[in-house]
């Protein structure tokens, strides 16, 4: 007698081992959200971009959110489970975004009286960070929209090498000044608009890739011709926005 006997076949053992498939958006700013998705990211440990740790949540077994923090550099996502690490096959690209800023004043804040025409009428401070990569040059302005009629100009600064990183208050070395919209040109002109209510004045500053090829006197350097000039080769830009009533 034969007897036949059943061979049970072993399947192999299923991984769990994390994967990644997709990582958007990989070109990112500091403060921007990315989603990591793959598989098996339950039991998720650790997650590091360019070999430094970062702060993460896992979402599902497929999905997770990473916002990336300050100090964070270029290159690949790795995620450690319980079960392996598996690191991207493509890198997180991190991208400066120029900031300015004041120690005097913030963003969409009040503009001090000291810098105005009730006052000294002083130049402000102005500084600035987080500049592109192949920054080389910068440049400052500073200008109001009245109600009717063309930009009033403040202030015009050009010529600042990318080892410049601010103007001190009530500069008058740093830079070269422009022509702003007022009888006396090469300088900073305090603010002294007429009539009731809060006015807004934007100071910005420009990221260039290139110091401007200037072309005509000084005294023609307007904020409109230094734009101009500037318009093929300004990596970024960054404005303040302040208000100020006179009293």
């Known amino acids: 007698m034969i007897s036949m ?12 081992s994390p994967g990644i498939t997709t990582i958007s958006p990989t070109n990112v700013h500091v403060g921007d959200t990315i989603t ?3 598989a098996h990211f339950t ?3 650790s997650v ?9 949540t896992v979402v599902n077994d497929s999905t997770i959110i990473v916002v990336i923090p300050q100090g964070t550099t270029s290159g690949p996502v790795t995620v450690t489970t319980t079960n392996g690490t598996i690191s991207s096959t493509v890198n997180i690209q991190m ?18 009286k000291l810098y105005t025409c009730d006052s000294t009428g002083i130049s402000p401070p102005i500084s600035w960070r987080d500049a592109p990569v192949g920054t080389n ?3 400052v302005t500073m200008h109001t929209i009245p109600v009717t009629g063309a930009n009033h100009v403040y202030m015009v600064v050009y010529n600042l090498p990318s080892t410049v990183t601010s103007l001190p208050e009530n ?10 919209t007022f009888p006396n040109p090469l300088k900073y002109e305090p603010p002294c608009s007429q009539g009731p209510g809060l006015k807004y004045y934007y100071l910005t500053v420009y990221a260039l890739s290139q110091q401007p090829n200037i072309t005509v006197a000084q005294n023609q350097v307007t904020m409109d011709y230094l734009k101009s000039v500037i318009s093929n080769i300004t990596l970024d830009t960054s404005m303040i926005t302040v208000g100020y009533a006179r009293p």
């Open 137 to 139: 040059a910068y440049a």
């Open 95 to 112: 991208l400066s975004k120029l900031v300015a800023f004041s120690s005097a004043f913030v963003n969409n804040g009040l503009y001090p």
């Open 48 to 56: 590091m971009i360019n070999g430094v740790n970062v702060t993460f």
């Open 5 to 16: 006997f059943a061979c049970k076949k072993n399947n192999p053992p299923v991984s769990l």
């Open 43 to 45: 039991g998720t440990t």
């Open 171 to 180: 500069n008058t070395t740093v830079g070269t000044y422009g022509a702003n």
């Open 36 to 38: 990591i998705s793959g």
